[in-house]
C-alpha cells in the first residue's frame, strides 16, 4: 500500500533496497539502515560497509538481546546482522493519530541464532512515520519459548544523531543522574552539574532517566526530541578521535558531526515467561531549538 512503498523510499536512502520486492519476503536492507533524512545522522556516509553480515554503521541497530558487551554473546547482540521480514499484513494502529504511515518488521531466531541463544521470540518492530516527520519505533518482543522456559535480554535503539559540530552540542535530561561508565569498567558515577556537553570520548549508560531526552544543536538551532517509553535508561557515545580512526567502517572525522544517544534496557535485564510480551518504544522528533530551551 501507499504507507508501505512510503516507508521503503524512506529508508531506500540509508542502504541498498530492491522496490521491486513486494511485501512478505525478506528485503535486501537490514534493519540499521532505516531512518529518515536528516533526524537520524547518515555517519559512514563514505565508509560504511553495506555488506552483510556486518550492520551498517548509521540509522539505528538494534541492540537485541544483549547491549554491547553485557553478556556472552557478540557484541550488541544478533538482531542487528539479521534480515527482517516484512509482514504483509499488520494488525491495525491501536493508538490515535491513526494516519501515520508504517511498516511491522518481524525477527524470529533462526537454527543457527537458536544454537547461540537457545530461546524461540518473536520480535515485531513497528516503524511508523508521523504527519510532522516524527519517527516513531515500537519493539515487541515476545517468548515463544515451547518448554515453558524464560528469558532474559537487554535492549537498546542504537540511534545515531547527526550533528553539525560536537563540540557545540549539548544534551539535556540527563544531568545529576548515576551513570555507568563503560571507559572505566563500568563503573558506577553520579552526572554532576549542568546539560552534558563534548570534549573527549564518552560511552556512558545513564541509569533511570526521565521520559524525554534533548540534544541541543546550537549551530543547526535544531532540537532532537527523544521520548521513549519502557526503557530507562539511555546509552550516549561518541568515539572522539582515536576510537574513530581505529574503526574501519567511519571516517577519521566524522565523530565531530555525530552523537549516539540510545533509549535502552539495560541495568535491569527483562524477563520474560513463556506467552509474555514486551513493548519498548521510542519517538524521535526535529524541533526548532527554541521550542526547548529553558526546560
Ligand atoms: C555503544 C557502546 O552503544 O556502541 C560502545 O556503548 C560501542 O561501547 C558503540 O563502542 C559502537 O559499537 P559498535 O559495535 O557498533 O562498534
Not at 133 to 160: C, E, Q, V
Not at 243 to 253: L, R, S, T
Request: glycine share 8%.
Amino acid at each position: 500500500n501507499d504507507h508501505y512503498e512510503e516507508l521503503l523510499f524512506v529508508s531506500s536512502k540509508f542502504g541498498p533496497l530492491d522496490l521491486t520486492k513486494k511485501s512478505g519476503v525478506q528485503l535486501p536492507m537490514r534493519l540499521s539502515s532505516l531512518g529518515v533524512g536528516e533526524l537520524v545522522g547518515e555517519v559512514g556516509g563514505f565508509l560504511a560497509i553495506f555488506k552483510p553480515p556486518k550492520a551498517i554503521r548509521g540509522g539505528i541497530p538494534i541492540c537485541f538481546p544483549q547491549f554491547s558487551s553485557h553478556g556472552f554473546l557478540e557484541q550488541h547482540g544478533f538482531a542487528r546482522n539479521r534480515f527482517w521480514t516484512v509482514e504483509s499484513d499488520p494488525p491495525p494502529f491501536p493508538t490515535k493519530p491513526s494516519n501515520n504511515a508504517f511498516i511491522d518488521l518481524i525477527l524470529r531466531p533462526s537454527e543457527e541464532d537458536l544454537k547461540i541463544w537457545p530461546h524461540s521470540f518473536e520480535f515485531r518492530l513497528r516503524v511508523a512515520l508521523g504527519p510532522g516527520g516524527d519517527l516513531m519505533l515500537t519493539s515487541r518482543i515476545r517468548n515463544t519459548n515451547a518448554d515453558g522456559k524464560p528469558f532474559t535480554f537487554t535492549f537498546a535503539y542504537h540511534t545515531y544523531f547527526s550533528v553539525s559540530d560536537i563540540s557545540e552540542v549539548r544534551v539535556e535530561g540527563l544531568e545529576t543522574l548515576d551513570y555507568l561508565d563503560n571507559l572505566q569498567n563500568k563503573e558506577r558515577f553520579t552526572e554532576q552539574g549542568d546539560a552534558i556537553t563534548f570534549e573527549s570520548e564518552v560511552d556512558k549508560i545513564y541509569l533511570s532517566t526521565p521520559m524525554k531526552i534533548a540534544i541541543l544543536d546550537h549551530e543547526k538551532k535544531r532540537t532532537f526530541v527523544i521520548r521513549k517509553d519502557g526503557l530507562p535508561d539511555a546509552v550516549v557515545w561518541n568515539p572522539w578521535d582515536k576510537k574513530a580512526k581505529a574503526m574501519a567502517d567511519f571516517g577519521d572525522d566524522e565523530y565531530k558531526h555525530m552523537l549516539c544517544v540510545e533509549a535502552a534496557a539495560i541495568e535491569k535485564p527483562i524477563t520474560l515467561k513463556p506467552g509474555e510480551e514486551w513493548r519498548g518504544r521510542q519517538e524521535l522528533s526535529a524541533v526548532p531549538s527554541s521550542y526547548c530551551s529553558g526546560q
